[in-house]
C-alpha cells in the first residue's frame, strides 16, 4: 500500500495540513516547516529557525530570508522527510 506524506511550510501550509488531518486522508502522515507557532499540534513541526541555530529572526522577513533558511538545512529538510516516509 502506498503511503502518503503531507508536507505543510510556513502558517498558512501548517493551517491547511491541520485542516486536512481533521477530515482525514486514508495512510496520510503530516508534517510542517516553518517558523514559531505550530510546535503545539500533534502534527510534527521542524522550526526552519531552530534547524539553523538561530533563537529567533526579525518580525516580517522576507520569502528570500525563509528561502535561504531551507537552503541551509536542505539535507537535514530530505532526511527528515525520507525518515517519513519509511515510518510503517
Excluded: C
Excluded at 500500500?1 to 493551517?15: D, P, Y
Amino acid at each position: 500500500m502506498s503511503k502518503i506524506l503531507i508536507i505543510g511550510v510556513g502558517g498558512a501550509g501548517a493551517n491547511t495540513v491541520k485542516r486536512m488531518k481533521e477530515v482525514g486522508i486514508p495512510n496520510a502522515d503530516y508534517i510542517t516547516f516553518g517558523g514559531y507557532g505550530h510546535e503545539l499540534s500533534d502534527i510534527p513541526h521542524y522550526n526552519l529557525i531552530k534547524m539553523n541555530g538561530y533563537d529567533s529572526i526579525i518580525n516580517g522577513a522576507s520569502a528570500k530570508a525563509w528561502q535561504e533558511l531551507a537552503e541551509n538545512v536542505k539535507d537535514e529538510i530530505g532526511e527528515i522527510i525520507e525518515s517519513h516516509l519509511n515510518q510503517e
